[in-house]
DNA sequence: GGTATGATTGACT
DNA sequence: GTCAATCATACCA
């Protein structure tokens, strides 16, 4: 499990650091293989005007679930990030599938594993999050997250899907991850 | 009260 | 490549 003070960093660093991680709920899951840093004062984030009802979670605590509806359809899972009340959390994009893969198939309603997970809208439904979970600590049941175990090469480039802020390098992959939501440029970040 | 927009996806030309 | 689905939020009156 994660160190409780994982998320209590720079939105920045904890969005290159999870990947590699594993991330399982309720037994169904994988390695995180692509994320996007969002934060309180970048224009493209949820958290840029303050918090409403919606983004209340970005205000809690760290080390909590942020879920939201996208384009009425979609759930988007993110994990909160720094302290209470700094609007910064990490989008969670892509997930290489490893453990419960056949209820994955069943949720998804299909057979090839390289579109699971491949996507915040696909991870969530593949994972069966909602916004029953908007808020929850991700320390305990249903949540399980680990570290990864060696150092994983990265990629970094502009996030996807935005309009403002975009170029700011803040998405991040495993570097040559068939499980990318969309390829990311084979140019390591430096460490 | 009305209405435009979006951290997406899947179907289609 | 284009486009619709579908709804909570944000913004304006």
Redesign the pocket.
């Known amino acids: 499990m994660m160190p409780q003070d994982f998320f209590a960093r720079d939105v920045v660093t904890v969005a290159r650091d999870l990947i590699g991680a594993t991330l399982l709920i309720d037994g169904v899951g994988g390695i995180i293989v692509e994320t996007?840093a969002?934060h309180h004062q970048d224009p493209?984030?949820?958290?840029f005007?303050g918090p409403?009802?919606?983004?209340a979670a970005?205000f809690g605590p760290p080390g909590r679930a942020y879920v939201y509806?996208?384009?009425?359809?979609?759930w988007?899972l993110?994990l909160v990030c720094e302290a209470e009340g700094s609007g910064s959390?990490v989008?969670l994009r892509a997930i290489e599938p490893t453990e419960g893969v056949a209820a994955m198939r069943v949720r998804?309603g299909m057979e090839e594993a390289r579109?699971l997970c491949a996507?915040?809208?696909?991870?969530c439904q593949a994972l069966a999050v909602t916004r029953e979970m908007d808020g929850s600590p991700v320390d305990r049941p249903p949540f399980a997250l680990a570290p990864a175990t060696s150092p994983p090469a990265i990629v970094a480039g502009p996030?996807?899907?935005?309009?403002r802020a975009v170029d700011l390098p803040w998405r991040f992959g495993l570097a040559g991850s068939r499980f990318l939501?969309r390829p990311l440029p084979a140019r390591k970040t430096l460490d």
Request: glycine share 12%; net charge positive; with cysteine.
């Open positions: 996007e969002y493209a984030s949820h958290s005007n409403t009802r919606r983004n970005m509806r996208s384009y009425g359809i979609h988007c993110n959390a989008l998804r579109l996507g915040p809208g696909r991870l996030r996807i899907g935005i309009s939501s």
